[in-house]
C-alpha cells in the first residue's frame, strides 16, 4: 500500500465519546500534519509534527490531542467535542517542512458529532 | 500576515470550455506558490507549482504562471473536462513559515457534458 491512509472515513460520535483518529503515511516522510476542513472555510492547520516532535500547535483546543508516536503513523484523540467541531479532517505527510515539499495527503475522515 | 484569495466558485462550464481560475496572495519574502485539487470524495492532490517569480507550473493541461508584478497565480486550461470537476485551492508557503501551507478556500468547479 502506497500513500497516505486515513481511518475510519465516516465517524458518528455523541459529544460524551472519546474517539481516535488514525493516519498512516507509506512514503518515507518525516513530517505529517493534521487539518481541519469546514465547509466554506479555507483549510485549517492544527499540528504539525516534525521527526515525530511537535513542532506547530496552532490554538487547538485541548478536545484534540495529537500523537506522533513514530514517522508513519499519526493519531488524533478525540474527547467532549462541540457540533461545530463536524468537518473534514485530513491527514497530511512531507518530505520535511522546508520551502518547497509538497504535500500529499490521506482521504479525510468524515467527522460527525452530535 | 500571509493569505491567499481566490474567487468564489461555483465556476460552472461546458466541456471543452476554457477555464481561468483567479488567485492572489499576499506574503513577505519569495513565496513558493501550489495550485492542489480536491476530487469528490478524496483528500487534496498537488496539481502544479512554481517556485519563483515568472516560472510556469504545468500537469494535466493546467498552467499557472507566477507573478510577481501582480502578485498572482491564476490557473488555466484551454479546454476543460468532466473529470475536471473538483475544488481547485490556491495555496502559498515561505521560508519563515517552515514551510506550512496556507491555502486559499477554496473554487469549486462544475464541468457539464
Known amino acids: 500500500e502506497t500513500g497516505v491512509t486515513q481511518t475510519p472515513r465516516h465517524l458518528v460520535m455523541g459529544m460524551t465519546n472519546k474517539k481516535s483518529l488514525k493516519c498512516e503515511q507509506h512514503?518515507?516522510?518525516?513530517?505529517m500534519y493534521w487539518y481541519k476542513q469546514s465547509a466554506k472555510k479555507p483549510l485549517e492547520l492544527m499540528f504539525v509534527?516534525?521527526?515525530?516532535?511537535?513542532?506547530e500547535n496552532n490554538s487547538v483546543p485541548s478536545r484534540f490531542s495529537p500523537e506522533c508516536p513514530n514517522s508513519s503513523h499519526l493519531f488524533l484523540h478525540l474527547h467532549t467535542l462541540q457540533p461545530e467541531d463536524s468537518a473534514l479532517y485530513l491527514c497530511?505527510?512531507?518530505?520535511?517542512?522546508?520551502?518547497?515539499?509538497?504535500?500529499?495527503f490521506g482521504n479525510g475522515t468524515r467527522l460527525t458529532v452530535t | 500576515g500571509n493569505s491567499v484569495t481566490q474567487m468564489e466558485g461555483p465556476v460552472t462550464l461546458s466541456e471543452e470550455a476554457f477555464l481561468t481560475i483567479n488567485c492572489t496572495y499576499t506574503?513577505?519574502?519569495?513565496?513558493?506558490l501550489f495550485w492542489y485539487v480536491q476530487y469528490p470524495g478524496e483528500g487534496l492532490q498537488l496539481l502544479l507549482k512554481?517556485?519563483?517569480?515568472?516560472d510556469k507550473g504545468s500537469n494535466k493541461g493546467f498552467e499557472a504562471t507566477y507573478r510577481k508584478e501582480t502578485t498572482s497565480f491564476h490557473l488555466e486550461k484551454g479546454s476543460v473536462q468532466v473529470s475536471d470537476s473538483a475544488v481547485y485551492f490556491c495555496?502559498?508557503?515561505?521560508?519563515?513559515?517552515?514551510?506550512?501551507?496556507?491555502f486559499g478556500q477554496g473554487t469549486e468547479l462544475s464541468v457539464k457534458p
Open positions: 512514503l518515507g516522510h518525516n513530517a
Open positions: 509534527y516534525s521527526l515525530e516532535e511537535r513542532v
Open positions: 497530511a505527510s512531507s518530505q520535511g517542512t522546508g520551502e518547497v515539499s509538497p504535500l500529499h
Open positions: 506574503a513577505t519574502g519569495y513565496p513558493s
Open positions: 495555496a502559498l508557503t515561505t521560508y519563515n513559515q517552515g514551510g506550512k501551507l496556507i
Open positions: 512554481a517556485t519563483k517569480a515568472d
